[in-house]
């Protein structure tokens, strides 16, 4: 760790200035190691491993940490803040009237809180992953604020972040990061969020070649209402290579001014009612072509960058607001009487609030190991080419967009790099150069695009679940207290239900998760199967070795505790459990991918249970890494949470050992066959199939 | 215990022998008697009815005359019974055949005669003329017969009529009146039943019987996942409608009424009557229309069958010849369709054979089925405007060239006798039904024997 630090140290000295074009970074780069470059080739690929049964300990462990005068700049951030939610912000009333109200909305831009990641040399407060997800937990204490802010920030300007260009930014991030301009992310239309094909708004381009002319219109769209500045994806004619005329898909920064804009009425939504959701029609709107993002036709990449990169906004969010609710919830808890007794000595009491506890205790470890990781610098080297060749290993995990090459593939393996930019909190870095060449190593590559791997997805599936099962625990305490508009917990049960749901409804983001991590282990493991498959004796001896080992027992040992371990040995046990897991995970991978090949896409079922083993997988690392670091350097309270962290990954332990023999071929426990009849035969209906129990036949 | 296999047995065991045969042959002599007097005395069904073991002694076992003179007069009134409860039935059918004069020609050999004197016949004799009053299917009819038969007077009493047959020709004819009930798929309910245990008590073979019904019956009530409704609609358009859902199964089909039926004046003073046009279409049927290669035709076809329980309709289809191979597209992988998560994985990996558990089908290639309707006419002008009634959903439909291949075939077979155009009520002929329930006798007995 210390000598990391020092080559980073060293090598940031070189290389800030190139990388940085913050301003203030450049002048404080000695003292922050953390934003600054690293070198030597990294390999991030944490979640990616874990498909192929290996713990790449350097990645998660130690816990990430920042230096004193960050910790000291957030808490000065984040008094200011929390004094104004707490003061300030009445969420009854936003809820109550479905409105923020305007004076609310200035103390929020007064507190910078509209441009918490754009650079500060465009007016932002420039802050880091780690120090956006801490705000987040308090932003997050009202639902109707957090969501309008991220839909401003986390989608709506990222456009012009990621991909914009200098002038772009120069012209719209100012008034953006002040708040003065409200963005908006147009991207849904009336048919489906993820299909492309749905996507049926206009650019034409007019006969002076000037301005694109947009028609269409959008639904559900965040902040649609009042939104000022939009981005919004349209279809555009292009002429492919092969010069056939193809409608693809453009992304542009349209200003309401622009005119030819109409905000349908909000829509009256169950929770997160104070922020504003309505459709967005464009009718003859006037966009120059100097509007659009990244290139014409480059839309789908932009929006797909943009998505996977909104994704982490919420991930804090859960946290704070179980950690809040815990609160309130123990104070009626320790002083309702029932039968004489306080509720908090009863056991299912009890239990909520473990449960409560623990959920709180490994979003948040979650959150911000992802949080240190995507600020942990992951661009190594300044050329090109070593970048390609390492793609493989940057793309990774962790980091949101690391790295965001653009590849036209030409033919297999071959690709022709068009452009490069490297996103950090820095913002974007763009460099242009026309090298063909060899990179059989490029995955991921989806429509010329490669896409970063979904840590921030694993937290937000984790925090989404495990909030509403906390909020829906906390109401329960409180029996019909709970249920009434007496209390908050049913604005909170309203709020976070939205959770599960946007920014890729949880279903979609398990897809995602667990198909990215099968199309790695599948390029790597493609060989070997092949082999077995041939009926390779060699092969098949090495497997039914490794099969007869782990039935009689072999302790499976990935480096994590022992002579070189990472953990502290009073969590021994729990990393014994992660690594037993990792290992009988890599296995089941493997073994589906000789199952099903490449139609695993069709086995949903099994995607899902991949995924969900996967998320616990990581979530039991949070814990691992965040408590070994906390006995180490005997943070307050440590033991309770080496407590927390042993229960969670025993709990955990054995969900994924289900979940992993439901995987096997044949196993009594997979009841899938069942699950998928019985709702053919419902849908075949479309109705509930059984006659009525009363019902009689004479 | 039938008597001749208790016989049977002796003989095994070896010892009677003379006298054994004897009684064998008797027993044969016997038993075509009894089935001749079975089939004069009430001729419903073209062939013997399944007997039970009858044996001489049960044979015995009816009420025997005391004396000869009363013997004979009462084999004349039997004959003569036979005559006058057939009779009876035409006399009255003279005025109206209905269930009231049904139920009062039971009324009337009820109230006739306290010991219901020839009750068996008479009661084989209503049975076989159900159908001509319409009542085969009227459980309350069938409990009315059931109520014809003295009560009480069939219980057995001792453990040795128990193990007998008792009263069989009675029990019989109960058993014949379930089976008939059972052929017209009536289930019989509680009353029957406290009928019969009244009437022949609670182990007896009428039932033994009922019991195996109501044990069935309820099992395969809803053995059929796409019933056809016991009262079909009256009205054409409604019976189109009905019938053309049942063909589509696509619970997104529309049906759209291209036509009402009605009659016209026109100037001249003709009557012009229009036919009733409905159709069908879905929305994957549109959006297969829409895909059309408008350089190649489609067809209309029909007139096609559908039975619905008695009744024929006739449907017509709009369908294109199956795509040549060169012209199928298949459709390519889009990798900019998802926004979320690849469709497809890139690898070089296929399904292993072991964990592969379709079927192997062969694929008929059929072509496209666009749309259905129903007519009373299945004239080329009437399709017509089906087919430009489908235009307006349909804009493809103009421009590809529609070929009409209709065929003559069934509509010459309904004749003149056709009750209303495109529909056609088969149950009208007596004869034809009679045809139809007898063999459905003969399968049923034949199963159960």
């Known amino acids: 760790m210390n000598i990391n630090r020092l080559i980073a140290l060293s090598k940031s000295v070189q290389f800030g200035k190139i990388l940085t074009s913050n301003a203030r970074h450049a002048t404080k780069e000695v003292n922050l190691p953390h934003r600054t470059i690293r070198t030597h080739a990294r390999n991030l690929a944490y979640a990616k491993d874990l498909f192929l049964g290996k713990v790449n300990k350097a990645e998660c ?19 200011p803040v929390e004094k104004f939610f707490t003061e300030e912000v009445d969420s009854k009333r936003i809820d109550h009237e479905a409105k923020i109200p305007p004076e609310t909305l200035n103390g929020l831009k007064e507190l910078g809180l509209f441009g918490i990641q754009v650079p500060e040399e465009y007016g932002g407060l420039g802050l880091s992953n780690t120090m956006y997800a801490r705000l987040g937990e308090i932003i997050s204490l009202d639902g109707s604020i957090a969501v ?8 709506g300007l990222k456009g012009i972040l990621i991909a914009g260009s200098e002038e772009q930014k120069a012209k719209y991030l100012p008034k953006l990061a002040s708040g003065e301009h409200v963005a908006a992310f147009c991207l849904t239309e009336p048919g489906s969020g993820s299909d492309a094909a749905s996507i049926q708004t206009k650019a034409t381009l007019s006969e002076d070649r000037k301005t694109y002319l947009l028609n269409g219109s959008k639904i559900w769209i965040s902040n649609g209402g009042f939104a000022d500045l939009m981005t919004v994806f349209a279809r555009t004619e292009v002429v492919g290579e092969d010069g056939v005329k193809k409608d693809k898909i ?26 504003n959701t309505c459709e967005v029609s464009f009718d003859n709107c006037p966009v120059p072509v100097e509007n659009v993002i990244g290139e014409v036709g480059g839309g789908f990449k932009v929006a797909m960058n943009i998505l996977n990169s909104g994704r982490f906004s919420m991930g804090s969010a859960g946290s704070g607001m179980i950690k809040k609710l815990i609160e309130m919830t123990a104070e009626y808890a320790g002083s309702r009487k029932q ?36 600020d942990r610098p992951g661009v190594p080297d300044c050329s090109l080419e070593a970048a390609m060749v390492k793609v493989s290993d940057l793309l990774p995990i962790g980091c949101l967009i690391v790295v965001c090459v653009v590849v036209s593939k030409l033919n297999d393996g071959i690709g022709v790099l068009i452009g490069y930019a490297v996103v950090g909190e820095q913002g974007v870095q763009e460099r242009t150069k026309h090298t063909p060449l060899r990179c059989p190593s490029v995955e991921d590559q989806r429509g010329g695009c490669v896409v970063a791997y979904p840590t921030p997805t694993l937290t937000n599936v984790f925090s989404s679940e495990g909030g509403w099962i906390c909020v ?18 049913e604005r909170y049960l309203r709020d976070c239900r939205i959770l599960l749901i946007f920014e890729g409804t949880n279903e979609i983001l398990r897809m995602y998760i667990a198909l990215t991590g099968m199309q790695y282990a599948g390029k790597i493991l493609t060989g070997k199967i092949k082999e077995m498959k041939k009926g390779n004796v060699g092969v098949a001896f090495e497997m039914l070795g490794r099969k007869l080992g782990d039935a009689l027992g072999r302790k499976v040992d990935l480096g994590l505790t022992g002579m070189d371990g990472v953990v502290h040995p009073g969590l021994a046990d729990s990393a014994k459990k992660l690594e037993q897991n990792v290992a009988h995970f890599g296995s089941t991978v493997e073994n589906l991918l000789y199952r099903y090949g490449k139609t695993i896409v069709e086995e949903q079922l099994i995607l899902k249970r991949v995924a969900d083993v996967l998320i616990n997988l990581y979530a039991m690392t949070a814990v691992l890494s965040r408590s070994s670091r906390s006995i180490s350097i005997g943070l307050r309270n440590h033991d309770h949470e080496v407590l927390l962290a042993n229960t969670f990954c025993t709990d955990a332990f054995f969900k994924n050992n289900y979940w992993l023999t439901q995987l096997q071929r044949n196993s009594p426990e997979n009841q899938d066959e069942n699950i998928k009849k019985i709702a053919r035969e419902v849908l075949e209906k479309r109705t509930y199939v059984c006659s009525h129990p009363l019902d009689r036949t004479f | 215990m039938n008597c001749a296999r208790c016989l049977l047995r002796l003989q095994s065991v070896g010892f009677l022998a003379p006298s054994v045969r004897a009684a064998v042959q008797h027993a044969a002599l016997l038993q075509p008697a009894t089935a001749l007097s079975q089939i004069t005395a009430h001729n419903t069904c073209g062939q013997a009815l399944r007997r039970f073991h009858g044996s001489p002694g049960c044979y015995k076992s009816q009420p025997v005359p005391t004396d000869p003179g009363e013997e004979h007069e009462d084999r004349i009134k039997k004959d003569k019974s036979l005559i006058t409860h057939d009779d009876l039935f035409e006399r009255v059918a003279r005025e109206a055949k209905t269930k009231a004069t049904f139920n009062r020609v039971v009324d009337v050999f009820s109230k006739r005669d306290i010991r219901r004197r020839g009750h068996v016949e008479f009661i084989y004799a209503a049975l076989k003329k159900m159908p001509e009053f319409g009542v085969e299917r009227d459980l309350t009819v069938y409990n009315k017969l059931l109520d014809v038969f003295p009560k009480e007077v ?15 020709r009675q029990q019989e004819c109960g058993v014949q009146l379930l089976e008939q009930m059972e052929n017209y798929g009536i289930m019989p309910n509680v009353e029957s039943k406290v009928l019969i245990v009244q009437i022949f008590g609670d182990k007896s073979h009428p039932m033994r019987k009922y019991q195996r019904i109501m044990y069935w019956f309820p099992k395969f009530k809803h053995a059929n996942p796409f019933p056809v409704p016991l009262q079909l609609p009256e009205d054409p358009v409604d019976l189109a409608r009905l019938s053309l859902n049942r063909i589509a199964n696509d619970l997104d089909a529309k049906v759209t009424v291209y036509q009402m039926p009605c009659t016209d004046i026109s100037e001249s003073g003709e009557e012009i009557t229009f036919p009733h046009v409905v159709g069908i279409q879905s929305p994957d049927q549109m959006e297969l229309l ?49 926004f979320d998560y690849p469709l497809q994985l890139d690898l070089d990996l296929d399904r292993d054979m072991g964990d592969d558990d379709s079927f192997d089908v062969e694929d008929v290639d059929e072509g496209p089925v666009f749309a259905m309707c129903m ?73 159960k024997q």
């Open chain 1, 472 to 489: 829906s625990e906390a109401l329960q305490v409180l029996g019909g207290l709970g249920y009434t508009k007496n209390y908050p917990y």
């Open chain 1, 148 to 155: 309008t802010l991220a839909a401003h920030q986390a989608i």
């Open chain 1, 250 to 275: 453009t992304a542009f920064i349209v200003e309401r001014a622009f005119g030819g804009i109409t905000s349908g009425k909000p829509e009256d939504k169950l929770g997160i009612r104070g922020s």
């Open chain 2, 154 to 168: 069939f219980v057995p009493r001792n453990f040795i009529q128990r193990m007998f047959n008792h009263y069989p």
């Open chain 1, 61 to 79: 462990f130690p816990y990430p940490e920042i230096g004193n005068e960050e910790l000291e700049e957030i808490n000065s951030f984040v008094a």
């Open chain 1, 339 to 374: 039968f004489g007794k306080n509720l908090s000595e009863f056991g299912m009491i009890q239990e909520k609030f473990a449960v409560m506890a623990q959920n709180a205790f490994v979003m948040e470890s979650m959150a911000y190991l992802t949080a240190g990781m995507m």
């Open chain 2, 290 to 338: 829409a895909k059309h290669n408008p350089n190649r035709p489609v067809f209309v076809e029909g007139p096609f069958p559908l039975w619905l329980r008695k009744i024929c309709v006739y449907y017509y289809i709009l369908r294109a010849d199956p795509l040549p191979p060169e012209e199928k597209v298949e459709d390519s992988y889009d990798p900019e369709r998802c």
């Open chain 2, 375 to 447: 007519t009373s006419q299945g004239d080329q002008a009437t399709l017509n405007q089906w087919i430009s009634g489908l235009q307006e959903t349909n804009p493809t439909l103009g421009r590809v060239p529609t070929l009409f291949r209709l065929e003559a075939g069934p509509r010459e077979l309904q004749g003149v006798a056709d009750p209303g155009p495109g529909y056609r009520e088969e149950g009208e002929e007596e004869a034809e039904t009679d045809i139809v329930v007898e063999e459905e006798h003969q399968r049923s007995q034949g199963v």
